[in-house]
């Protein structure tokens, strides 16, 4: 069975301090990976999503980057943390193709002080 | 951008009552998802409608959809007090997703 795993589940960073999510997808190949950021109370923010190794789109531009140097690993990085980078930080896959739903990680908590 | 518009915000119910959100959406869309998050976790999938379906069941899931009112609906029938969470709606054009803002459901014991 597939599985997702995204960490670490909590951080707080200094501003300015750079930053490194990894998430890593088990059990399957070639997944679709995207990186959502949720605010407190809100909906999800597309902010990139890959549909291969070393392609990246990005949705939102700001202060953020990803990278898929491995077929089933997606990394999210920063080289100088803002205070509006806190957030809740998910990955997800899901299969290439149409009609398959999203499957999520556990989530980061990001608390920029 | 949002795409998907869920009603209400909130939604207080007693255990054993039906809860019913919508989403409301304003463009085309290859398919409609449904997922759930408890505090402080993941999204969870409950179920995917295709814009060529109409309703679609899963479990206690009732899920309707209708194009032309660019508009869905969840039911969840007998509600539990583990129901308690958020549920957003997706919108899917063009292998993107896009979520809403949610709607925060608490059933009470």
């Known amino acids: 069975s597939q599985t997702i795993h995204q960490w670490p589940a909590t951080l707080v960073q200094p501003v300015g301090s750079p930053l490194s999510l990894e998430c890593t997808v088990e059990?399957?190949?070639?997944?679709?990976l995207y990186w959502y950021r949720q605010a407190a109370g809100r909906g999800l923010q597309l902010l990139f999503y890959s549909v291969g190794i070393g392609q990246i789109s990005s949705e939102v531009p700001q202060n953020l980057s990803a990278s898929r140097p491995q077929d089933r690993q997606f990394i999210l990085s920063s080289k100088k943390l803002l205070l509006s980078d806190s957030g809740f930080y998910l990955c997800?896959?899901?299969?290439?193709?149409?009609?398959?739903?999203?499957?999520f990680g556990s989530g980061t908590r990001l608390t920029v002080v | 951008s949002q795409q998907g518009e869920e009603d209400p915000q909130a939604l207080s119910i007693q255990e054993g009552e039906n809860a019913t959100m919508n989403c409301s959406y304003k463009?085309?869309?290859?398919?409609l998802q449904w997922y759930r998050q408890n505090s402080g976790r993941g999204l969870v999938h409950l179920i995917l409608?295709?814009?060529?379906?109409r309703e679609k069941h899963s479990g206690r899931l009732r899920v309707t959809l209708d194009t032309s009112k660019k508009s869905s609906s969840l039911l969840i029938t007998a509600s539990r007090a583990a129901d308690t969470a958020s549920y957003f709606c997706a919108t899917e054009n063009n292998a993107l997703a896009i979520f809403g803002a949610g709607t925060r459901l608490f059933v009470k014991a």
């Open positions: 463009t085309s869309i290859n398919n």
């Open positions: 059990g399957t190949s070639n997944p679709n």
């Open positions: 409608i295709r814009s060529n379906e």
């Open positions: 997800a896959w899901r299969k290439s193709g149409l009609n398959y739903g999203y499957t």
